[in-house]
């Protein structure tokens, strides 16, 4: 990627709801404790979205705050996209209403989905775009309404989940700045460990669907924890390699945030002192799409990037799918 247009982050915003769930509120909906969930999960809290809030209302606030970092107007942003498992609709798509919603008239628009991956699919993606000069910027989302999709009743998730909405817009940088490599991969024959079955075409709504809770989140948690160990270690240095750079040379780390047992296997296979790895799953807990960008706005908003750092983020989620990339700031 180095000989060609170097393409980086040029604003950032972010949204959380302002109701918060805390693990003693859970104490009282299921059979769970807060030693439990600090201990095996790191979460202490989530944000949760108002009955009347939808993934494109996340999402525009987090946008809104972006376009005004990156001071650009909303007609001249030339792509939208809505990384997200919890669109507002099927169709059209979240990116769709968002961009109506901003008033970015033209600009393209669509939703990708790559789970808790889909920020750094979503990235690479437009950072194609705009390196082979078709468009000249986009706004990139993560957005999602997880507690819509989780079942309340069960454990093994609803302590896991929350909603938000982290945007970047991305654009030419100076030489030597912005994208250096991505890493993105799927391992489709490990999606039935993390899925939401029904209202799709192969099982659409009915009154058994609803009654079977095939709208909820079902997660094999020891599973995906597994893969997720292991994809987020081979990710790494595949994408250090791509960028020709080596563990060391890493300013910033910002992993998914699902688990600080995850976060901390990572840390230790790259050496990395906490003073150097970006961690709030235990104000946000697991975002899913929203989780990395989070992460990275705050970052930024903290003032942990220098001009120059060089920053990995990583992820995995359903797909099953991982993404990895090498920013320089
Ligand atoms: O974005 C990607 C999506 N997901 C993830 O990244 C999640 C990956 N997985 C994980 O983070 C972990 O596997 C979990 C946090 C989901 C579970 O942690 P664990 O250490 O793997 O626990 P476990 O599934 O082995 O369960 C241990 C025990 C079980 O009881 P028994 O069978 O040993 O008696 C569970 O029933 O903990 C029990 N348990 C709970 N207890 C209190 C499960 N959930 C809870 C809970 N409160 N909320």
């Not at 919890?86 to 790559?114: E, N, R, W, Y």
């Not at 705050?298 to 942990?304: D, I, M, S, T, V």
Request: charged share 20%.
């Amino acid at each position: 990627m180095k000989n060609l247009r170097p393409v980086g982050i040029i604003g950032t915003g972010k949204y959380v709801p302002e109701k918060i769930l805390t693990n003693s509120d859970l104490e009282k909906i299921v059979e769970t404790n807060d030693e439990w969930i600090v201990s095996r999960t790191g979460i202490r809290e989530r944000h949760i979205a108002a009955p009347d809030e939808a993934t494109s209302d996340l999402a525009y606030e987090a946008s809104i705050r972006a376009l005004a970092s990156a001071g650009l107007k909303p007609e001249e942003l030339d792509l939208i996209i809505v990384a997200t498992i919890t669109p507002d609709t099927i169709f059209p798509s979240t990116a769709c209403v968002l961009q109506d919603k901003l008033g970015a008239k033209g600009a393209a628009a669509f939703d990708l989905s790559a789970a808790c991956s889909g920020f750094v699919y979503s990235l690479a993606t437009a950072v194609g775009f705009i390196q082979n000069g078709m468009y000249n910027n986009a706004l990139i989302i993560g957005a999602d309404t997880l507690s819509r999709i989780t079942d309340y009743t069960d454990r093994n998730t609803c302590v896991l989940f929350g909603d938000g909405a982290g945007a970047v817009v991305i654009g030419e940088v100076p030489k030597g700045r912005g994208f250096q490599s991505f890493d993105l991969g799927a391992e489709g024959a490990g999606g039935p460990l993390l899925k939401l079955e029904g209202g799709g075409s192969r099982l659409p709504a009915t009154v058994e669907t609803v009654e079977g809770k095939k709208h909820f989140i079902y997660m094999n948690g020891r599973e995906v924890f597994k893969f997720a160990v292991r994809v987020m270690g081979a990710a790494t240095e595949k994408v250090l390699g791509k960028a020709g750079l080596a563990k060391e040379d890493i300013d910033l780390f910002i992993p998914h945030q699902a688990n600080i047992r995850i976060i901390q296997s990572a840390m230790q296979r790259l050496d990395l002192p906490p003073e150097k790895c970006v961690i709030n799953v235990d104000k946000y807990a697991n975002t899913s799409a929203a989780s990395i960008p989070l992460a990275l706005v705050e970052a930024a908003e903290e003032g942990r990037m220098k001009e120059g750092d060089t920053v990995l983020m990583v992820g995995f989620g359903g797909g099953l799918t991982w993404g990895a990339s090498i920013l320089v700031w």
